[in-house]
């Protein structure tokens, strides 16, 4: 690790994991491995504090006596005299607010670089672009988020860039596109979106990288403390900032995260087509960061009884989890995981109106389009598009995503209270009221809450053959 002004940058990533343990705590989130070097202070030992301190505690390139991180709002820089022209120079080109952002997320995904942009799909966009030369090839999987998916099929072609499509699972796939095909990039979610496929990530690397590939696995569903994709072999992590990270449904933001030399490639071509973020943006995904370890902790804990619950419901017909063992990856993300998120998706027995109706009755969660943030609990219907657009329907069905399927996001409530509401939505017949909040709402709480499993019983159900808690 070597300093650079007060911005801290990992020297070198495997040198940095060598011989160190990965450990995690009872509540499944990840505490060291690449995130932290030998020579990092010891309170920078646990991915918590480290989201916490990273890029300010040992010093930040803003001098001031706050405590917290200032936004610092301006479009270029003035300097004295020449010889000591700003780094930056223009605001396209960074921000020191974003600085400290960037820094965080470096330290926890163990890279030696990191760029934060405008949103996920921008960091995507710019990063295709910048590694992927005219008339490349790439590689990427079918579940996938469904704007990167039109994105490579509809855009890169017109650059000459050619893909190839694969299941996330079929590592044969893979070898036969490698070896047909000189491809300059396999690109993967893990977990996907939506149906939380997960990919072996360290055997993908090792197959891309005996052909030259690079690898770039987008870890927005797993986040930076259940995942360490770049110690697992990948090449470039990305996140939608706007999720987890950030947390709190206020803020855009996209970022990728690497080795210096990547990074500074795309850095190269972003400070020309633009998309930087705001900094007051950044200002929130640093304020974000802080409580993401603690987020992260009660979500995995809560989305894993949850989905035990909706499993056994009879009017669930299939729950999407990595962490139940019924999931076709669960031991791939048992082994590279050390928890499984906050998003469990689920089919219900009916047609997609008594989905909608189910989704409708639900009293705490926001129906939105996207889980901007993880503080609240939430849900989607992503097939609701397949109504009045024949593109989703025709991509649902390829990865044979059935129309009453939907995807909740827990947030940081009472596992109890969402697990009875879940339950008791799937019973409602009626029309839902119009206040998504309703004190006199006609609920049979209690008799919902006694289908939950208590923590201690959760538990004891974690610890069976079969049966494993992350």
Known sequence: MWYHGNLIHVEDSAAAVGGGDVSCNLNGVQLSGLAVSKKTADFLSFDGSVGVYAGERLGRGI????????????????????????????????????????EKISALEGAESTLLMASGMCASIVMFMALVPAGGHIVATTVCYRKSRIFIETVLPKMG?????????DVDALEHALDKNEVTLFFTESPTNPLLRCVDIELVSKLCHSKGTLVCVDGTFATPLNQKALALGADIVLHSATKYITGHNDALGGCISGSEKLISTVRTLHNILGGALNPNAAYLIIR????????????????????????????????????????????????????????????????LMKTAKFIDALKIPCIAPSFGGSVKTGT?????????????????????????????????DDPKT????????????????????????????????ARLPSAGEAESLN???GSDTM
């Open 288 to 351: 974000g960061m802080k409580t993401l370890h603690l987020r992260v902790q009660q979500q995995n804990t809560t989305a894993l009884r949850m989905a035990k619950l909706l499993e056994g419901h009879p009017k669930v017909t299939q729950v999407y989890c990595p962490g139940l063992v019924s999931h076709p990856e669960h031991y791939v993300a048992k082994q590279q995981m050390t928890g499984f998120g906050g998003v469990d998706s689920f089919e219900i027995d009916g047609d």
């Open 161 to 169: 860039i050619e893909a190839t499509i694969i299941d996330p699972a």
């Open 463 to 465: 610890s069976q053959p």
């Open 418 to 449: 969402i697990g009875a509401l879940l339950v008791a939505a799937t019973e409602t017949e009626d029309a839902p009221k119009e206040n998504p909040v309703d004190g006199d709402a006609e609920l049979n709480v209690e008799t919902a809450k």
């Open 380 to 412: 989607a219907l992503p097939n609701m598009g397949c109504a009045w657009e024949e593109a989703v329907a025709v991509e649902a069905a390829e990865v044979n995503m059935k129309m009453e399927f939907n995807e909740p996001l827990v947030g940081v």
């Open 63 to 102: 001098v001031t006596d706050a405590v917290t991180t200032p936004v610092v709002n301006t479009s270029a820089y003035f300097f004295k005299k020449t010889s000591e022209l700003f780094d930056f120079k223009y605001g396209r080109y960074g921000n020191p607010t974003t600085v400290v952002a960037e």
